[in-house]
């Protein structure tokens, strides 16, 4: 959110003296294109370092942090097995299953946001004999090492953590 909290501030900045573009101001013009995270990112974060499937580089990171780290190992030592084994299997479940923007409530509140800032770019950018705006002035995005497709800009995600 700190980004977006960004790009919807520092349009103030870059529309200083520039009254003719007032339209797109808070249009997030300081950036160009946005990444959320997908499943094949998490997969290959997790098995880069050469575990052959996303079930054993899950496993072989929870080790090494829980060696490592001693936060993540106090977290996950608590005092009853059976909370171990929750938090474990929690840890695990997330990560080989559903890490991904598909699965943050932030991540839903920035798709949003996206989609407003779009749809405040096109609106500014319409001319006569338009039926829209200029696509070509939208922020692009990315989801997944993929181009998102256009239709997917128009529906909103469900509501993440913003009132």
């Known amino acids: 959110m700190r980004m977006w909290t960004r790009v919807l501030c520092e349009d103030a900045i870059v529309?200083?003296?520039?009254?003719?573009?007032?339209?797109?101001?808070?249009?997030?013009?300081?950036?160009?294109?946005?990444?959320?995270?997908?499943?094949s990112d998490v997969r290959d974060f997790f098995i880069r370092p050469g575990p052959q499937t996303l079930t054993a580089g899950v496993?072989?990171?929870f080790a090494r942090r829980?060696?490592?780290?001693?936060?993540?190992?106090?977290?996950?030592s608590p005092k009853k097995q059976a909370e171990w084994e929750s938090r474990r299997r929690a840890f695990f479940v997330f990560y080989a299953i559903r890490a991904s923007a598909n699965y943050?409530?932030?991540?839903?509140?920035?798709?949003n946001i996206l989609r407003l800032l779009n749809r405040?770019?096109?609106?500014?950018?319409?001319?006569t004999g338009m039926l829209a705006g200029d696509v070509g002035e939208q922020i692009a995005?990315?989801?997944d090492g993929r181009q998102i497709?256009?239709?997917?800009?128009?529906?909103?995600a469900t509501q993440g953590y913003a009132m």
Do not use: I
């Open 66 to 76: 829980y060696a490592t780290d001693h936060e993540f190992m106090r977290f996950y």
């Open 15 to 39: 529309d200083r003296g520039k009254e003719s573009q007032a339209d797109l101001k808070n249009s997030g013009r300081c950036f160009d294109a946005f990444y959320f995270l997908g499943p």
């Open 141 to 143: 995005g990315f989801f």
């Open 59 to 61: 496993e072989e990171y």
């Open 120 to 127: 405040r770019r096109l609106a500014a950018s319409q001319k």
């Open 104 to 111: 943050s409530l932030g991540s839903h509140d920035e798709w």
């Open 149 to 156: 497709d256009p239709a997917a800009f128009h529906l909103p």
